[in-house]
């Protein structure tokens, strides 16, 4: 179906230097899953709604009651929901590693430094559950870091909030950052990823121009190639070798993405119970959300988005204005603060049509463009 005011658009283009951001090695998760790609799957899948509410129920949660000085919601049903990529955690001190996000955080004691998040997308889905918008953070951007209560505490790399306070932490800086209420949360982790782009038998991308990887001493040839597990992670994670670092990361994790979703649909998982149970599977066994996201809703959603297309997905970067080397921080991204009150605004009104009609050039590039 198609978006209401669109428009042609292309990729955000982040500034050029050398060397790009520094990044920890870390991916974008297939996030996105929850809100697009389990309403593809499941949208002419009816029959599947008891077992889905099942599945839904094994989801680990999060309390967020105790965030304070939050926006006020938005008005009508158009949803913003937060988007987290987190690993497994590193064990610290005399932690044994095996406690989930969900336990650590209703633990009393957030562990500062055990998990990493550097991946961020805002999920904008429309009133009309005709269109989803998917806007990148960079886990660059400087800003000021709120704590799991909601109060500031210093200005860093927005991937700190996460790390030093966990879910709350994470969803009080980009609301703050933002202006935008946070009507869900969803965290998915590295084992969701590999596992998913095994479950739909691997994901196409075309790789333009050779190039050698050596952070991961890995040589990547020019043309299509189909990926999974441990290679899919290779893919999404490569910093190293490509032109803007960071910025052409992101592209290639969200084009990973938007393959994705279209070889789901290709590939007849809708409707062969097998690579549904799989896929779902996936998803379920390594997503965490926040406490208020009951299973009815969360299968409501995704039904709700049965008629959504991989082409009615857009996914775009907040506008970058530039990158510069601060003390103690290192190099860090500078959001274009005007733009990026026009984006939020956006996304707060309802209104990405319009923006995206007055930035066109914001969209991400088409797959044979992605470095």
């Given amino acids: ?138 886990r660059d951007t400087s800003t000021m870091i709120y704590d799991a209560e909601g109060d500031p505490t210093s200005e860093q790399k927005i991937n700190a909030a996460f790390s030093e306070h966990g879910p709350n932490g994470a969803i009080a800086t980009v609301e703050q950052l933002t202006g935008l209420r946070m009507a869900h949360l969803a965290i998915i982790d590295w084992d969701g990823f590999k596992d998913l782009s095994s479950a739909v038998g691997g994901v196409p991308v075309t790789i333009p121009e050779a190039f050698y990887d050596p952070k ?29 670092g960071d910025f052409d990361r992101i592209a290639r994790q969200q084009n990973f993405l938007r393959s994705l979703m279209k070889e789901m649909l290709a590939s007849g998982t809708t409707t062969n119970p097998v690579k549904l149970t799989r896929t779902l599977g996936a998803v379920t066994e390594n997503l965490t959300v926040d406490g208020d996201w009951a299973p009815q809703d969360m299968r409501a959603l995704a039904l709700s988005l049965r008629g959504t297309k991989a082409d009615d997905v857009t996914f775009l970067t907040a506008p970058v204005a530039t990158t510069e080397d601060v003390a103690g921080l290192g190099n860090v991204v500078r959001l274009d603060e005007a733009k990026s009150k026009e984006l939020f605004t956006a996304l707060g009104r309802d209104s990405m049509g319009s923006y995206l009609k007055k930035y066109p050039d914001d969209k991400l590039a088409s797959e044979d463009e992605i470095d």
Wanted: charged fraction near 25%; aromatic fraction near 6%; hydrophobic fraction near 35%.
């Fill in 1 to 138: 179906m198609a978006r209401r005011d669109s428009s042609p658009r292309k990729s955000v283009a982040g500034k050029r230097r050398a060397g790009g951001i520094p990044f920890h090695r870390r991916h974008r998760k297939a996030l996105v899953v929850l809100v697009s790609v389990v309403g593809l799957a499941l949208g002419t899948v009816t029959g599947y709604a008891y077992w889905l509410n099942s599945q839904l129920g094994n989801v680990e949660r999060v309390d967020t009651d105790a965030i304070k000085n939050r926006p006020d919601p938005d008005e009508g049903k158009a949803l913003n929901i937060l988007l987290l990529g987190s690993d497994k955690g590193e064990p610290q001190g005399d932690q044994s590693g095996s406690t989930t996000v969900a336990e650590d955080a209703t633990a009393g004691s957030w562990p500062s430094g055990k998990y990493r998040s550097d991946t961020m997308m805002i999920a904008h889905i429309s009133e009309d559950r005709r269109s989803v918008d998917l806007v990148s953070i960079p």
């Fill in 216 to 244: 991961q001493d890995l040589q990547w040839e020019a043309g299509e190639q189909t990926l999974e597990g441990e290679k899919a992670l290779a893919y999404v994670r490569t910093r190293y070798g490509l032109l803007r």
